[in-house]
Each structure stands twice: as C-alpha cells, then as structure tokens.
C-alpha cells in the first residue's frame, strides 16, 4: 500500500495523450452567480420513441449545462442513442457543460464485464458446499453449511435475488479465481440448508464442485437502480485485492475503460467530464478472497478506502488537468462514507442539501463545511454542486419515493446556501409547471421573469457570517488558541501551546479516534442558539495517504455527557468467550457483534444505540464496550436505556446487562466494580439509572457488558443500549442541553468550519471533538457566538440572505448592503408570487424561519 501514495502525492502527466478541452469556455465555470445546469431529465428522451434532437436541444439548452447516463453501467438502454445526442449538443453548444453520471461503486455485470476476472468484485461471507455438484446447465439445488445470507426477494424494491460465486478452494484456503462459475439464486430451503440456482450465468460455464473442497459466496451488490434493472456488483478497490492473469487490479480495469470511453475517437470523446454519482470510502464484503469478511481492512488500514483515493489519482493521470471528475460528497453520517480524493477530484455532489432527508436545515453546518471544504481543497477548477432534492418514502411500496411537500422558503434557503459555498446548482426537484411544457427553472436561479442566467454576477466578498457581530462568549480565550484556553480542555490528550496554537495529541495512539472536550461555554439564558467558528489541521493518518482528509465531528452538550458520541470510533470493545479472556470481536468465528447504529427503532420509538449479540456460535459468552471519562467534581449519574429485538420476547431467554466501574491512573487501569445488572427481553426501552457520586472528579472507565445468561442460550438475544450519558444529579431534563454533532473534514491545511446548534438550554455548554485516528491534530482559533449562523454575501448585481434558524431574523441591508437600492426578484407564474413580487425593500428585511432570499439590484 505504501508504494501507491508517492504516486498520490505527484501527479504526472507527461505519459499521456489526452482528447483537446478547454474548461476556460465553459459558462458554468466563468465566474457568473447562480450557476446552474439540467440534471438527468435530459437523459430519458434520446431513448423515446418519436423524440427529435432539435426539440430535446432546445428545452436543455436553458441553463448552463447538462448531465446524464450515456452508457449501461446502471441502466440498460442509455448506451444506444445518448453518446450521440449528448455530443451534438456539445459541438452546437460549446460554452455548456456535458458531463457523464456514472456510479463508482459497482456495475450491471451484464455491461462490459468481460475484461474483468471473478477477483474483480466483493463477495459477501463464504460457506462451504457440502455435498459434490456435476456441472450440468439449468437449475441446480446446492447443499450448504448455511444459508442465513442467501436472500431472495431482496434489493431496493425487494424483487431481486442473490447473484452467487460458486468456487474451487486454493491450497492456501483462498477462492479459486480459475474454478469459479456464476449463478442466480431462485429459492432457499432453510430446512434443508440448500439453495436452487440458475447455472452457468454472466458469461461462465457450468462447472463441478467438491463437497468440502468448494464454497458459495453472494455477491456485494446495491440497487437495482430501476425497477427492470439488475443488481449491481461492487468493485474490488482495496489496495491488496485479487489481480487477474495481465496482472490489473478491478481499478486498472475501470480506468482503462475510462481512459477508452474519453480518449480520442471514444464515445465521450467531447464531453467536459464526470461524476461519480456514489463512490465509497467503505465497504461490507470480502476483498482477500478468502471468504471472510474484512470490510476492506488490512492490518487496522482501510486498505479499501486508500484504493480508492488510489484509483482517482491514477484516473486523473489518465484523463487529464482538463476533464472534470466529481464524485458523491455526502455519503453516510454527513460524507464519513464518501471518497476522500479532494487535491484530485474538482469537487463533489450533495445530493440534497444539507441531506436528501434534511428540509429541516438540521445539518446546515454540515452542508456548509463539506463544502467549503472542497472548494478549497479540490483539483483546480473546483466544480462542486448541490444537486436540489429531498425524498421521502411513499408507503407500502417499498424503494419508492417521492418529493415531501414543503413552503418555497425551504427551496429559497437551499439555493442560498449553494451561493454561501461557491457550489453550482441543479436540481432533480423541480418548481411547479404547466403540464405538457419543458420542466420548469426555479425563479432564483434566471431571475424570475427577467429570466437571465448569471443575473447575480460575480460575487464582491465572502459569505458574511452575521453572528460574528455578537460578543465571543469566551471572552477571546480561543482567539487565538493559547494557554487561556487550555485549562478548559479535557480528555486523555496532551496539550502543548505552540507559537500556531494548541497541539493536541493522543496518551494513546492505538485509540481509533482522538477525542477531546472544550468545557464551560457560558452561553447566556436568554438564548438558545450558538454558532461556534473553529480553526484546525490535522496531521494525516499513519499508513494513508498524506493528503487524506480526516473525518471530524463537533458536538454540544449542556448539564450531561453522552457517553455515545463518537460511535465507534470512540470506544473500546470486544468479547468474551466462556472460560477464556476478553478479546477482539470476532463475528465470522463466533456471531459476537457490537456496532453504532444511527437509528434504532425499539418498541416502535427510534433511538440512536450501540445494537449487539452475543457470541452465538459455538462457545458463548457476552460483548462489551468500554469509554473513559473524567468524572465532573459535581454530583452526576449513569442513564441509559436497554432495548431488544421485536422477535426477542418469544423466542429469547434475556441478556444480561451488566456495568463496571474501574479507576484509570495514568495508564494503570484498576479492579472493576459491578454497579449494574438486570436481565431483559422486552421489547421496549427500559430506562435505567445508578448513581456515580463516588467517583466524582475521577477519572474512571465504564464497561457497559451484554451477556447472553447463566444458561448460555444465546437464541435472539439481539439487544441495545441507548441514551448512555452522565446527568448532573437533580437537574431538571429542561436545564439539559441534548447531545447535537456536525462534521468538518480535517487535513494538513488551516480550515475554519463553523458549527450552529439549535436548542441550547443550559447555562453552558462543552464542545466534545471527534477526530478519526490519533494523530494530533493543530487548534489555532476558537469562538463561539450566541447567536444564529445567518448569512448573506453580496454580488455585482444583488444581495442573497439565509436564515438558518427557527425564529425569525431581520438583516440590515444598510450594512450589508451600504447604499444599494434593491428589489425582490419578479416571479413567474406558479411560484412564489407573495415573497417574489418585485418590490423594492427598505434598509431592514426580516425573513422567517428556515428561509432564504435573492433580492436584485435597481
């Protein structure tokens, strides 16, 4: 893997000969504000029967640009006709962008697979084959160890079935890459352990197989994206993935068809560029071969992720400085599970902002930061955009969705925000209009009724953040960092105040995440808002590459400790088998799981909570997890909530929960103390609580323990803790400020992101710090504001305001604005008439809740 990050960190194209493009011409690059152009309803009509290329061109040559699938990747059918068309619209509009939507992750395995070899792709768990197989054609049944992975009736409209690999065993115990046939599942006998299958699929020949000495395992696989479309496989980037008989990995395949596809003479030989619409940092699979699940992981790296950030530095030498390739930015809890190839890619797309589910603002700073982020991180030109849409599900029809119903305030302050970022705009929900006519382009975005692109022009400063105009509430201790702020940092981190500001590193560098507090915010009573602003860096990673960024996340909390936060990445944990000793989770071996779940819903109430089982294969035993805490000199108790499975009242005998108390000094850590136990299987949250004035003002480590009981019966013993935090004792539950966190991404460069929290409700607050590995990481500025994070920024030709917040806000143009007479935006027919009405406004403009606007100068 080491040999792979030189390469990441130069980039050479001197080797190359690219296809002839120039960035420079394009209008969505020039500088012009909104930026905008058609999302993928341009893609369908090439492939209609009756469609003709002048009317397609004249309805999708409105804006700035177009994007859309031109091959059969993901779905069948857009290879015919739309290379053709989308290229006749480049050389008739040479000033627009054309970009390819691609999914990074995987493939139809029915397009183009046949360069790629069996060791190209993820599979998911092995099991061993156990009665012998004649390699006939049609249908087979298949004995098994097991069939708990084999799902039909499966995929996102839950009517797919399982693609598998049927292998010969290697001597070394690994998939034999030249003994393997592919088959579709068609049902599963769980009685039975057998499976009958569709032989000799996706190109393979029915072949025989050895009880004992083969095994099955399904694919990894998303979608289908289409309700006539096949699952798609997941390609295998890990660093140390199978290479076929040339010697290429999965990503020297993909970049070879890339490289064809947009070389001279290729299909896209004139479009501007690419997007990946998802392009992972993780995966859930087996990458070795070995039929065990490693998720990507090789010796504690994720080997997977780094291929990945491999894969995009070997595509951009390929293809060149001059062809955009953006890939999906907000994957995961805030992008956690996105690539990482900022300095490779231009940018990123938010699908949905700040989320696809997030009409709420909830993640505004998330939104924000990823953003910003980018833009001054990416490979230059930055192209980020924000592609506009929210979904939710429709019920009783699973994978469908549909646009929720929201005010236009709600569309008005997404398009604000993508001014606030330097993002380019486009949209999949579309503004109401006539039926019959071309789809319908957002007011904001041309002007309304002037209908002018560009209207805003260049933008003449900085996102002004107005909550700056607000005291700093730590009295400019953090501004810069130094020794007045180091007294109110807590963790087991070393603190040293340099000339830059506050280097904070890890007592431990075999923890998985540095994680520290900034205690006593003083945040006044009359308020419930705060906007933090903080300057980082972060050195990188040991065993990555240098440039990848770090995952962070900042969250507030007032009178308690949520002992959760962070996931997994801030606790320690493991198992126990009978008669032997704690150690590392093992869930292929034994079924032990522990693992950090966003949403878990218990009693038909969702919570956040670490879900579990004990060990349940062969010797049983319990789980754990385990964090340690300083705890506050006042009085505080242990809260928390046990939960289990709705199958679990029927079927389970209870877990045993169980908590311990240990003193940590130093690195000594002392005898454990029992403080808690109770068995349950109710399938309902059973609030809990213990008292910790014992250890008050110590530093302790808390083991939260789930053991499957004195008779080792560990059937449906699927459980949860939730809600774990410390409580001041006797505070009401209204003086609390709830645990709220945003992300930032963290690299070696100073980035100042900004964090605003809503529902402050104590009378100060602490600031806890979760940063992916132990490396230290640079703090060199730190203020905190009680106020909302309103914005607006100021153009050639106008003002863009947006609140964030939950309360109304007024801005005063005299300031931001100085002697500028402006107007409201003219709208046209079927939108926002009321707000948009062309008005001229005075020196103050109030707008409501979770609204943004464009206002035009006379």
């Known amino acids: 893997m080491k040999k792979l990050i030189p390469l990441l960190i130069t980039l050479s194209f001197a080797s190359f000969v690219y296809a002839e493009r120039d960035l420079t011409k394009l209008r969505v690059l020039n500088g012009e504000y909104p930026a905008v152009f058609f999302f993928r309803n341009s893609e369908g009509a090439p492939s209609r029967k009756g469609a003709k290329w002048d009317d397609w061109d004249r309805e999708y040559s409105r804006l700035m640009g177009i994007m859309g699938k031109c091959l059969d990747e993901e779905v069948l059918g857009r290879e015919a006709n739309n290379p053709e068309w989308f290229t006749r619209f480049k050389e008739k509009n040479p000033e627009q962008s054309v970009l390819l939507h691609f999914n990074g992750n995987a493939r139809d395995p029915r397009h183009g697979t046949d360069k790629y070899f069996h060791g190209h792709w993820v599979y998911r768990q092995a099991v061993g ?422 995952f962070s996340r900042v969250a507030v909390s007032g009178g308690c400790i949520d002992l959760m936060s962070g996931g997994d990445h801030a606790i320690s944990r493991g198992m126990c088998l009978r008669g032997g000793s704690e150690q590392d989770l093992n869930v292929s071996a034994t079924g032990g799981n522990l693992h950090y779940q966003r949403s878990a819903s218990v009693g038909g109430e969702s919570m956040s909570a670490f879900a579990l089982h004990p060990p349940y294969k062969g010797k049983k035993g319990y789980v754990f997890w385990s964090r340690d805490i300083t705890i506050p000199a006042r009085s505080y108790d242990l809260h928390f909530n046990l939960g289990m499975s709705a199958k679990a009242p029927q079927r389970s005998d209870g877990i045993w929960y169980k908590v311990f108390v240990a003193e940590v000094s130093g690195e000594r850590v002392g005898d454990y103390r029992k403080i808690f136990e109770k068995s349950t299987k109710a399938h309902a949250w059973v609030p809990c609580s213990v008292s910790l004035q014992e250890w008050s003002g110590k530093k302790v480590r808390i083991k939260f323990v789930a053991d499957c009981g004195p008779k080792n019966n560990a059937t449906t013993d699927q459980g949860f803790w939730s809600g774990v935090r410390l409580k001041e004792s006797g505070l009401a539950e209204a003086a609390i400020t709830p645990e709220k966190s945003y992300m930032t991404w963290l690299n070696s460069q100073p980035f100042e992101a900004s964090f605003y929290y809503r529902n402050i409700r104590s009378e100060q607050v602490d600031l806890t710090f979760t940063i992916e590995g132990s490396e230290p990481v640079l703090l060199t500025r730190l203020i905190a504001h009680a106020a909302a994070d309103a914005r607006c920024r100021t153009f050639e030709n106008g003002v863009v305001l947006g609140n964030p917040s939950l309360e109304p806000y007024t801005f005063d143009l005299s300031i931001v604005a100085c002697d500028r007479t402006l107007h409201r935006i003219k709208a046209s027919a079927m939108q926002d008439g009321e707000v948009n009405n062309g008005e001229v406004v005075g020196a103050t403009v109030t707008l409501g809740p979770l609204d943004g606007l464009f206002l035009v100068e006379e």
């Open 129 to 550: 084959i156990v009665a012998d197989i004649p390699a006939t054609s049609g249908e087979s049944e298949i004995k098994v160890e097991s069939v708990s992975d084999f799902k039909v009736n499966t995929g996102r409209y839950k009517t797919s079935s399982d693609d598998i690999a049927l292998f010969g065993i290697t001597d070394d115990g690994r998939h034999d890459w030249n003994h393997c046939e592919q088959v579709q599942l068609i049902s599963v006998d769980s009685k039975q352990n057998t499976i009958k299958v569709k032989r000799g699929c996706y190109g393979t020949k029915p072949l025989a197989f050895m009880a004992g000495r083969s095994r099955a395992a399904a694919h990894a696989v998303e979608g289908p994206w289409g309700k006539h479309n096949n699952l798609m496989w997941f390609y295998n980037f890990a660093t140390h993935s199978p290479r076929d008989a040339e010697g290429k990995s999965c990503a020297d395949r993909l970049v070879d068809d890339l490289a064809m596809w947009f070389g001279k003479g290729g299909k896209l030989e004139k479009f501007d560029g690419l997007e990946f619409d998802v392009l992972h940092n993780v995966t859930h699979g087996d990458t070795t071969g070995d039929g065990v699940m490693d998720n990507g992981f090789f010796d504690g790296i994720n080997a997977y992720g780094s291929g990945v950030y491999a894969f995009a530095g070997q595509l951009r030498q390929r293809l060149g400085r001059d062809l955009i390739i953006q890939a999906d930015g907000a994957l995961g809890q805030g992008g956690e599970r996105s690539q990482r190839a900022n300095g490779i890619l231009n940018g990123i797309e938010s699908e949905g902002w700040p989320n696809l589910k997030d009409w709420n603002f909830d993640d505004w700073s998330g939104g924000i930061n990823r953003h910003n982020f980018w833009h001054a991180n990416a490979f230059k030109p930055a192209f980020s955009y924000i592609n506009h849409k929210w979904i939710e599900p429709v019920p009783d029809k699973p994978g469908m969705t549909r646009h929720p119903v929201v005010p236009f305030s709600r569309h008005r302050l997404a398009f604000a925000g993508a001014q606030f970022t330097d993002a380019v705009l486009t949209y999949s929900f579309a503004p109401p209009h006539e039926r019959g006519k071309p789809i319908g382009i957002w007011d904001e975005l041309n002007c309304g009724m002037d209908n002018k692109l560009g209207w805003l022009g260049q933008p003449l400063d900085a996102t002004i953040c107005l909550a700056r105009e607000s005291p700093d509430l730590l009295n400019g201790a953090g501004a810069p960092a130094g020794e007045l702020l180091v007294s109110r940092v807590v963790g087991d981190v070393k603190v040293e105040s340099i000339d830059k500001g506050l280097l904070i590193s890890s007592v431990n560098p075999a923890r998985k995440s540095l994680v520290f507090q900034i205690q006593g915010v003083p945040v006044p009573l009359e308020s419930s808002e705060l906007t933090v602003f903080v300057n980082m860096s972060a050195r990188a990673r040991k065993g990555y590459p240098a440039e990848m960024p770090r």
